[in-house]
């Protein structure tokens, strides 16, 4: 059974970084579709796409973080990465990884079998 764990989260400035880490367990991910998804404060019941990295297509942000964030992975060590720039308050979210067997540029929940707990980042000055 595959296990993912983020890392990385906390308290940051406007205007701050972050960088998460996913690392997967109990198997592969190299053929999979790894992504980000945020539950904003008041919304936790909506996952809200981020980026996403395909081992076929490249990489797709949503248009709130895309020139700020920035998505990456490393085949060798089961993980995927988001490097945060300019991070503001509206950042403000529980930030979780996913991964998509179908290796597309998927954006939507429901096509990720895999689930990590999230981390939390707050972007508060």
């Known amino acids: 059974q595959v296990q993912m764990t983020e890392s990385g989260g906390g308290l940051v400035q406007p205007g701050g970084s972050l960088r998460l880490t996913c690392t997967a367990s109990g198997g592969s991910l190299s053929d999979y579709s790894m992504a980000w998804f945020r539950q904003a404060p008041g919304n936790e019941q909506e996952r809200e796409f981020v980026a996403v990295i395909s081992p076929y297509l490249g990489t797709y942000y949503s248009d709130s973080v895309k020139g700020r964030f920035t998505i990456s992975r490393d085949h060798r060590k089961n993980a995927v990465f988001l490097q945060m720039y300019n991070l503001k308050p509206e950042d403000t979210a529980v930030y979780s990884c996913?991964?998509?067997?179908?290796?597309?540029?998927?954006?939507?929940?429901?096509?990720?079998?895999?689930w990590g707990q999230g981390t939390q980042v707050t972007v508060s000055s």
């Open positions: 996913a991964a998509s067997s179908r290796g597309r540029l998927t954006t939507m929940p429901p096509q990720y079998e895999y």
